[in-house]
């Protein structure tokens, strides 16, 4: 039966290529007159999705928690994070501040600016969330330091400090404490002095010294949380939120010679620089996976028209698909993009096979119209199933929930489809018409696997069989290693601006981690018991709600901050009876400040004061070489004492109002801060941040299932990226396992034979396992890009199988002879130009990319060497 569906088949195909090339001319222009148009279409209507919380379907249960999430909670969604470092806490906290500012002045860009811990509120209040013991210690600390700053505020030039610091440290033998601090304070100072030349003098850490930040907080970086307008039908969804940062950024002079460093990371970030690069790679990909296959074709070929015609068959194909896409989908997602580079590779199979056999045949003396015809009826039924089958492993993404691989499988797929009719069609027009073959005397085929260089294989059957059944059992036993890894900032470029930030920001596990738990609770009192539970999780390091912001002991440290207040009453203004010190007193006072310093006793032994000490000697000797050779003192003077002392009385400022807080209820909290914890119908959130850097190994598995088990509810980006992944793994095992079942039954309606399904078969499942084995051996885990891998190279593995199946079944064909045939080499060389395709999208610089370029390339090498090696030693009559 099957031979009298192939004959039947094949004389259809073999009239209908006849009647295209009796109209060829008219073929040619009628499709390039289609084609023109559906360029225009595509290019005008073609979109993209950037944002990849969209790749998943929208009923999925983790989706279902995100989008109620961010119905009651909407600011929190897609948020930019702008992460400001500078020298000091200070500084850091101003740019901030400032930043946001600027940023709020753009409506259009920018839903909502918020400085987490920034404001009036917490100027004011902010002490009350130390603990006692924190700001006793405080206490303790600045009353060591009064008189330092009592006489700098009567005095605030070079020549009071330089008097202090002498006279501080004559004062006698200092405890442990007292010489850390001034320790602390000649480093800062010696700093300023050392840049008071350069363009950015370097400020004074009075922060620092001062202690104003609790010991946990007090870091030298700010973040600004940001709810971007984004533009998601655009390739560069937040190409102009994260625009305007940096134009504001730069209008205030925030550089990295200013010391301060302005990123920006989140989700819109991260995909945006994701978007821009994978782009990059793919067009650099897809004309190197061009150039590569044409070099192919030639080898395969060995004639430039049928090349040219080959070439531009697949390109009028890839309009014709992207047609498709724009018609059907509308847009291509993160994953979909690659659909180029894969329909090159898989499609100009169809073009080699056809092309190799009617070169075969021409140069067996059969004119064009035989040889077209002979061709289409001995290899036009395997084209036509390798194009179902080829299918198959695409359509079988559609139905799951990963609508990234969904989409990317329904264009594919269907891109199989067009470029079969396409090869049919207009390759044999051009080739009947403009592109006419004209045999080379050296065109003649250089390879062939019945050589001797190949016999080492094919004459060992036995062995093959048994090597094949021990590698493949081997390879079963290796997979249970293989793991999916959910996280997608290591699927993305480590150079890039938003993943280096992304990374430090969970790796300071504090309250500026991106990824975070989110759970909803219906009213703060609930809220506060499931905090508790929560806490109590090892993998968990803090649960916030509102009522941590509403601080403990109040009565008690408004008490102690009113005695701080009381030691550091600002001096009353005395009148001075000389006025400010001349330049030269204030050269003079540092002259001999480092005089004293170079003979003081303090600066011998290795201890932090005397390595200090020496540290500060050497650069206020500088500063004063410098002054007197290259003049302009009194500049040098004011940038010094701009950066010294200007610092102090602002930051003196800021702690005298901080020490005169209200009492904090529930009410008084600002606005900006509650509506992001309370929900409009009471409903309360709690921020669960991880105690581990989810950003290495498994933690980020862990932590989302630990809270899970207390939480079912919870959402966030950590515990969305869990769950899709969990969706991709089970979407990855739908396909499979559907994979297998179609191609096992579309071979059985075809052939109604075992033996033969199983020929094609276990050479495929073969392949299938030695690649998931290469990923467990490589250290290459299963990611949201790589995931395709296994029930792709099924989908287009089982072609080379049905073509050498197919030809080996032949009436009056010895099976012993296949792998001298036009069909051997014409496999070897369409499995050749795929490797080609995918290997360039290897050189990707996105890791994702990369390794599923890499995952394809290794895994068609597995099913071209079992088709080549392991499916002829299968037949039966090399069973022997």
């Known amino acids: 039966m099957i031979q009298q569906l192939d004959a039947v088949l094949g004389r259809v195909l073999a009239a209908w290529v006849d009647g295209v090339r009796a109209r060829a001319a008219a073929v040619v222009v009628g499709t390039l007159l289609v084609t023109v148009p559906l360029l225009v279409y595509t290019a005008l209507g073609l979109g993209i999705n950037s944002d990849n919380v969209r790749l998943l379907a929208d009923d999925v249960p983790s989706q279902r928690a995100l989008t109620e999430f961010a119905l009651a909670f909407p600011i929190l969604n897609d948020a930019l994070i702008v992460v400001v470092d500078a020298p000091t806490p200070e500084r850091a906290r101003d740019a901030a501040e400032a930043l946001a500012g600027r940023l709020a002045e753009q409506p259009d860009r920018y839903r909502d600016v918020y400085v987490p811990g920034g404001g009036h509120f917490f100027e004011r209040n902010g002490l009350l969330y130390w603990s006692v013991d924190e700001l006793e210690d405080f206490v303790d600390h600045m009353s060591g330091l009064q008189p330092l700053i009592a006489e700098l505020e009567r005095d605030d030039s070079v020549a009071s400090l330089a008097n202090m610091v002498q006279a501080g440290l004559e004062s006698g033998p200092l405890e442990p404490a007292g010489g850390a601090r001034w320790a602390a304070i000649l480093d800062e100072v010696g700093q300023a002095t050392h840049a008071a030349y350069t363009r950015y003098p370097v400020a004074v850490a009075w922060d620092e010294l001062l202690r104003t930040e609790p010991p946990a907080a007090g870091s030298t970086r700010s973040v600004i949380l940001l709810d971007p307008v984004l533009e998601f039908d655009s390739l560069l969804a937040a190409a102009p939120s994260m625009r305007g940062i940096r134009e504001a950024a730069q209008a205030l002079g925030y550089d990295a010679a200013s010391g301060v460093q302005v990123r920006i990371t989140g989700n819109p970030a991260l995909n945006y620089e994701e978007m821009l690069g994978l782009a990059q790679d793919i067009v650099v990909a897809g004309v190197f996976c061009f150039l590569l296959v044409g070099y192919v074709l030639y080898r395969a070929l060995r004639s430039l028209r049928l090349v040219i015609a080959a070439l531009a068959t697949l390109l009028v194909g890839l309009v014709w698909t992207a047609a498709f896409a724009t018609a059907a989908v509308g847009q291509l997602n993160l994953v979909s993009i690659a659909f180029a580079v894969l329909f090159i590779g898989l499609g100009v199979d169809f073009a080699i096979h056809l092309g190799m056999h009617y070169v075969a045949l021409r140069r067996d003396g059969f004119d064009h119209a035989a040889a077209l015809q002979d061709a289409a009826r001995h290899v036009g039924s395997s084209l036509v199933l390798c194009a179902i089958t080829t299918a198959i492993g695409f359509y079988v993404f559609v139905p799951t929930d990963y609508r990234g691989v969904a989409e990317l499988g329904l264009i594919s797929g269907t891109g199989m489809v067009i470029i079969l009719a396409q090869t049919l069609t207009f390759f044999v027009a051009l080739i009947s018409s403009w592109l006419p073959y004209v045999d080379a005397p050296d065109a003649r085929e250089s390879l062939r696997f019945d050589a001797r260089w190949f016999a080492a294989f094919t004459g060992r059957p036995r062995a093959v069989r048994a090597a094949a059944l021990v590698l493949g059992l081997a390879a079963i036993f290796t997979l249970q290693w293989a793991r999916f890894d959910p996280n997608v900032v290591r699927m993305r470029d480590p150079s890039t601006e938003s993943v280096q930030a992304f990374n430090d920001l969970l790796a300071q596990n504090d309250q500026t981690s991106p990824w975070f738990a989110n759970v909803v609770a219906p009213d703060l009192r609930t809220a506060e018991r499931l905090s508790r539970r929560l806490s109590n999780l090892d993998v968990v390091g803090r649960v916030i709600t509102l009522e941590d912001f509403v601080p403990e002991h109040q009565e008690l440290k408004r008490e102690i901050l009113t005695d701080l207040a009381m030691i550091l009453e600002a001096p009353r203004p005395t009148a001075s009876a000389t006025g400010r010190p001349s330049v030269e007193e204030r050269l003079d006072a540092l002259r001999e400040l480092r005089d004293f310093l170079s003979r003081s006793a303090l600066s011998r032994g290795s201890s932090e004061l005397a390595a200090s000490i020496r540290s500060f000697r050497d650069r206020l000797d500088g500063f004063l070489d410098t002054v007197e050779r290259e003049g302009g003192a009194e500049q040098a003077l004011a940038n010094l004492e701009r950066s010294v002392l200007a610092p102090l009385s602002k930051q003196l400022r800021r702690l005298r109002a901080a020490l005169d807080p209200e009492i904090v209820e529930l009410e008084d909290l600002p606005r900006d801060l509650t509506t992001r914890m309370v929900a409009v119908d009471g409903r309360a959130r709690l921020q669960v941040f991880p105690r581990e850097n989810l950003n290495e190994g498994q933690a980020l598995e862990r932590f989302v299932d630990a809270v899970y088990g207390v939480a ?169």
């Open 712 to 880: 079912p509810q919870a959402t966030g980006l950590a515990v969305n990226l869990v769950e899709f992944g969990h969706a991709t793994v089970a979407s990855l095992k739908q396909a499979l396992v559907s994979a297998v079942t179609l191609i096992a039954i579309l071979l059985w309606l075809l052939w109604r034979r075992v033996d033969r399904m199983l020929l094609v078969l276990a050479p495929l499942l073969l392949g299938a396992v030695l690649t998931g084995a290469s990923m467990v051996a490589l250290g290459v885990s299963f990611n949201f890009t790589n995931v395709i891998v296994i029930p792709l190279i099924l989908g287009m593995g089982v072609d080379s199988g049905i073509h050498m199946v197919q030809r080996a079944s032949r009436a009056a064909f010895d099976p012993r002879l296949l792998l001298g045939t036009t069909t051997a080499r014409a496999v070897f060389f369409s499995s050749l130009t795929t490797i080609v395709s995918f290997g360039s999208l290897a050189l990707s610089s996105h890791p994702g990319m990369s390794s599923l370029g890499v995952m394809l390339t290794v895994g068609m090498l597995f099913i071209l060497l079992s088709n080549l090696v392991v499916l002829p030693a299968l037949l039966p009559a090399n069973r022997r």
